[in-house]
């Protein structure tokens, strides 16, 4: 009924689907996925097919175990994320979590994990959009799989300035301090972090490092989207 009074929009054009669909036709045929050619450590599409990791991940030494992304972040999917981090359109999670564990699911399971935790945001961004949308994610990646999700084991007790200008060095040193564990006993084994974009891993690794001074042996993650090729 809910469909019928409130049509659902496709998350990539904004455009309304037909019942029972949850991305339109044009849309669906040129999603752009990371295909075969990816990343071993961080999951980002490749440009050199004969290599095994990426530019980045050759020169630096990840906290985090292993991770995997779902698109390229360019076009249609850049402007779907825009709209659901800035303009309120939640509703793209029931789409982004399922894509995910349709995608991405055999990761997930081979990495054996213990707990899903989103990427926290500040205090004052949760108040101004009132969700974070890693943690929307998050919850429907939990519920598709049945892995248990806690949403307040990592809090951003720092709010950063944007960092999608700054190199890896800035954004590293730009994010000491920005997160705090909220248990220095951590049970679980093998975590996954889910985020909305994988851009140099600053993020992932600060939260990888928390986390594993308190006890985690392994830390991993699923973003929804990552840079271009490298």
Not at 52 to 72: K, N, W
Not at 105 to 113: D, E, Q, W
Not at 158 to 170: I, V, Y
Request: proline share 4%.
């Amino acid at each position: 009924m809910l469909d019928f009074v409130f049509p659902r929009r496709c998350p990539f054009c904004d455009g309304i689907v037909r019942f029972g669909d949850m991305v339109c036709d044009r849309c669906r045929s040129s999603i752009p996925y990371i295909g075969e050619e990816y990343c071993l450590k961080c999951g980002k599409a490749l440009l050199k097919t004969d290599s095994e990791y990426c530019s980045d991940c050759m020169h630096t030494e990840h906290l985090f175990t292993r991770g995997r992304a779902l698109y390229v972040y360019e076009g249609s999917v850049r402007a779907s994320i825009g709209r659901f981090k800035f303009r309120g359109r939640q509703e793209y999670a029931d789409f982004y979590g399922r894509d995910m564990v349709r995608h991405l699911g055999s990761f997930i399971k081979k990495c054996r994990i213990d707990i899903i935790i989103p990427v926290p945001i500040s205090k004052e961004k949760q108040k101004m959009r009132g969700y974070n949308q890693a943690e929307l994610i998050a919850e429907r990646i939990s519920a598709l799989t049945g892995l248990p999700f806690d949403g307040m084991l990592v809090k951003r007790v720092r709010n950063t300035p944007p960092m999608k200008d700054l190199t890896r060095s800035e954004r590293m040193k730009n994010l000491i301090g920005a997160f705090k564990i909220t248990s220095h006993d951590v049970k679980w084994r093998n975590v996954l972090i889910v985020d909305d974009i994988y851009t140099t891993g600053s993020t992932i690794d600060a939260m990888a490092a928390e986390i594993k001074n308190a006890g985690a042996e392994k830390v991993f993650f699923v973003a929804l989207a990552s840079g271009a090729p490298a």
